[in-house]
């Protein structure tokens, strides 16, 4: 028998209560600000973020250098990043996410590649400048068709005092005024990914923006000139987000950065909208453009077919009648698509429970996705959110949703043998644990090499592969541990 909504209260705040007696008092009462529920009518969702991680926990955060490489500057394809310092996060970085993009890889486009400074203990006592020089000089020689160079800082520049922006000025010069960039992103900033955001957007703003490197393209306006914005092609998705704005009448001039380009980049002022999808990772450059460049910018949600809806109508009523006409037709084109998913899915996901733990936008902006699907998000929360998220969260969640700021392991097993949801969606870090447990799993950061997720092509694959793994033969034939089913 399902519960009331006074009921899951009480039982969400049993939970909590329950995890946090496992803890030293310093600890729980520490991470008691980071755990709790939404109640409607509050406006955010009652946790405390973007504080760091305790010691001795298992956080599930990334460092800032994961933040800047990883997300906002790896996928340029037409540039070369490199991981300054010691190999070890270059590896962990290449090829760890799936940007998507046209090109010839090692001729034109470097994406799945990686380049590394490989600093050895030489390095980090004498300086690794003449390293990054050279490394620059041989970058030119083999790759002569790169369009620009990133310098991704790892830890040790930070605490040795390597001058990457003198390097940085000094090669730009000698290579005829080619685009270098420093990026300050060793990952001991901050505390967590979220500050490697705001540090390569601040790059792009110092450097591509107001960069005497910046290079003049032919551009013709138009009127209709739309950048997408915090989109990293995972999967395709950029490309169906494209798809549906170029079916309501706009221009994409620049996709940031899933599939684009430097010179996408510094002709992006030209916009006149930027339509902003990860707003955790680029809404530091966005208000920058409004500020200066008088651009505004809408936060849109292209998961499952309400918001997809919500949003090109939102989208469309900043440009003329002939815009908004084509933006219904476009919602009354797939509405066929969109009948046929969920009568074919909602009968076997109707009423299913999600759990979900991801960061960017997915533990928001996926949740009118499921409901489309007959599905209840009960529990969600952010890797590396800030307070802002958490206020725009609440215009996601129902009453008494629980609300888990930078789960530990143990509070995220803990909630999820208690809630027994129907399905979990997060990160690769957490997959394992959970399907060992006997939970349905998909991997949400990356759509479990699966995707695209976005658009109403995109709702028909998403559709799929919950039920694949709901329904799935499998966890029937799942045993328990031996050590279970001995005791």
């Not at 006592?125 to 083999?142: R, T």
């Not at 949801?421 to 950061?445: A, N, T, W």
């Amino acid at each position: 028998m399902s519960m009331t909504v006074e009921e899951r209260k009480a039982a969400n705040k049993a939970l909590i209560d329950e995890v946090l007696r496992a803890y030293p008092d310093k600890m729980a009462k520490r991470r008691a600000k980071h755990l709790g529920q939404y109640e409607e009518g509050k406006p955010d969702c009652g946790v405390k973020s973007n504080i760091k991680s305790l010691p001795g926990v298992m956080t599930i955060r990334g460092c800032a250098y994961a933040g800047s490489k990883g997300v906002v500057w790896g996928p340029i394809k037409d540039m070369i990043h490199i991981s300054h310092g010691p190999v070890g996060c270059g590896q962990y970085s290449w090829a760890a996410r799936r940007n998507y993009y046209i090109g010839l890889t090692g001729v034109d486009s470097f994406v799945t590649m990686q380049f590394t400074s490989d600093f050895q203990e030489k390095d980090i006592v004498f300086g690794g400048d003449k390293k990054l020089d050279k490394i620059i000089d041989e970058i030119q020689d083999l790759f002569p068709l790169n369009k620009g160079i990133s310098i991704q800082s790892e830890c040790p520049i930070g605490l040795i005092g390597d001058d990457i922006e003198a390097v940085s000025k000094r090669k730009s010069k000698e290579h005829g005024d080619h685009t270098i960039v420093p990026v300050r992103c060793e990952g001991f900033r901050g505390v967590s990914q979220s500050l490697g955001h705001h540090l390569a957007n601040d790059a792009i703003r110092d450097w591509v923006f107001d960069g005497t490197t910046k290079k003049e393209h032919a551009f013709e306006s138009t009127p209709y000139d739309v950048t997408i914005i915090g989109d990293y092609n995972i999967g395709g998705d950029a490309w169906s987000s494209r798809i549906l704005l170029e079916e309501i009448g706009l221009r994409v001039i620049a996709q940031w950065s899933g599939d684009g380009t430097i010179a996408e980049l510094e002709n992006t002022p030209r916009a006149k909208l930027n339509l902003i999808h990860c707003y955790r990772s680029m809404n530091y450059i966005s208000r920058h453009m409004e500020e200066k460049y008088g651009i505004p910018w809408v936060e849109y949600n292209f998961f499952g077919p309400t918001k997809i809806a919500e949003s090109l109508r939102e989208i469309a009523s900043h440009f003329d009648d002939s815009i908004k006409a084509k933006a219904e037709a476009v919602i009354a084109k797939y509405q066929p698509l969109v009948d046929s998913v969920i009568a074919k899915y909602r009968p076997r996901l109707q009423d299913k429970t999600v759990m979900l733990y991801v960061g960017g936008l997915r533990p928001r902006h996926v949740i009118g996705a499921y409901e489309d699907l007959g599905m209840k998000v009960v529990g969600t929360g952010y890797e590396f959110g800030h307070n802002d998220d958490y206020q725009r969260t609440t215009h996601y969640i129902g009453d008494a949703t629980l609300i888990y700021d930078d789960v530990t392991g143990y509070e995220f097993e803990k909630f999820v043998e208690k809630i027994q949801p129907d399905l979990i969606g997060s990160g690769i870090k957490e997959k394992y644990v959970f399907q060992k447990m006997g939970v349905p799993f998909r991997q949400m950061h990356s759509w479990d090499y699966s995707g695209p997720y976005h658009g109403y092509d995109g709702f028909a694959i998403f559709a799929r592969d919950m039920d694949m793994a709901i329904s799935s033969p499998i966890w029937k034939l799942a045993k328990s541990a031996p050590w279970k089913t001995a005791a």
